[in-house]
C-alpha cells in the first residue's frame, strides 16, 4: 500500500526545480529518508516559512500534490542549488498545484496532524528534506489542499521564475 510524506522545500529556486521538472532531489547524508519513498507514493509538496527569504511575510504552506513516479536514484549529476548538492532524487507526477506562493497553511492544522505529537513544537520536525505522513494525516491533507489546487498546466507558470543549475 503507498505511503504519504511531505517533502519539506526550503529553498525558492529548489521550489522552482522540484515544481517545473517534477522531480525530487535529495542532499548528500540523506539517503534514508530519500528511500523512505517509493514508487507510486503520494506526496505534498511543503514550502518552509523561508522559501521565499522572507519568514515574517510568508506562512509555511502544502502546495502541491504528486505521486512518486519512479525508484529513488542516485543521480548522475548532483542537482546544485547555492552551494549544497542534491545527489539522490526520483520522478515525480504533479497532479493539483496551488497558485505561486498560496496553498494550505499547515500551522493551522498542526493541533489535528498525529504526526506532530506536540504541536508547540512541531516546527522542529519539519528540519528534514521529508517527512512520512499517518494516513489519517494524510486524508485530512488531501481533504483541505484539494480546493485550493488547479491542474497543473494551470499552476505551473508561476513556479518558472527561478533561473536552476542542474
Known amino acids: 500500500m503507498p505511503s504519504s510524506h511531505l517533502l519539506i522545500i526550503g529553498d525558492r529556486a529548489a521550489l522552482s526545480w522540484v515544481v517545473t521538472e517534477q522531480r525530487m532531489a535529495f542532499p548528500a547524508g540523506r539517503s534514508k529518508a530519500a528511500?523512505?519513498?517509493?514508487?507510486?507514493?503520494?506526496?505534498f509538496v511543503y514550502t518552509t516559512r523561508g522559501c521565499f527569504r522572507n519568514p515574517t511575510r510568508d506562512l509555511g504552506r502544502v502546495m502541491a500534490r504528486a505521486t512518486v513516479a519512479g525508484p529513488v536514484r542516485v543521480l548522475e549529476e548532483p542537482v546544485v542549488f547555492g552551494?549544497?548538492?542534491f545527489t539522490e532524487g526520483c520522478r515525480?507526477?504533479?497532479s493539483g498545484l496551488a497558485r505561486f506562493r498560496e496553498g494550505?497553511?499547515?500551522r493551522d492544522l498542526v493541533p489535528r496532524l498525529s504526526v506532530f505529537p506536540d504541536p508547540a513544537t512541531w516546527s522542529v520536525r519539519m528540519r528534514r528534506?521529508?517527512?512520512t505522513l499517518p494516513p489519517d494525516d494524510a486524508e485530512l491533507l488531501r481533504a483541505e489542499l484539494e480546493p485550493l489546487l488547479s491542474p497543473y498546466e494551470e499552476a505551473v507558470e508561476g513556479y518558472r521564475r527561478e533561473p536552476v543549475t542542474g
Open 35 to 43: 528511500r523512505a519513498l517509493e514508487e507510486g507514493d503520494e506526496v
Open 92 to 94: 515525480l507526477e504533479v
Open 83 to 85: 552551494e549544497r548538492g
Open 129 to 131: 528534506a521529508s517527512l
Open 104 to 106: 494550505l497553511v499547515l
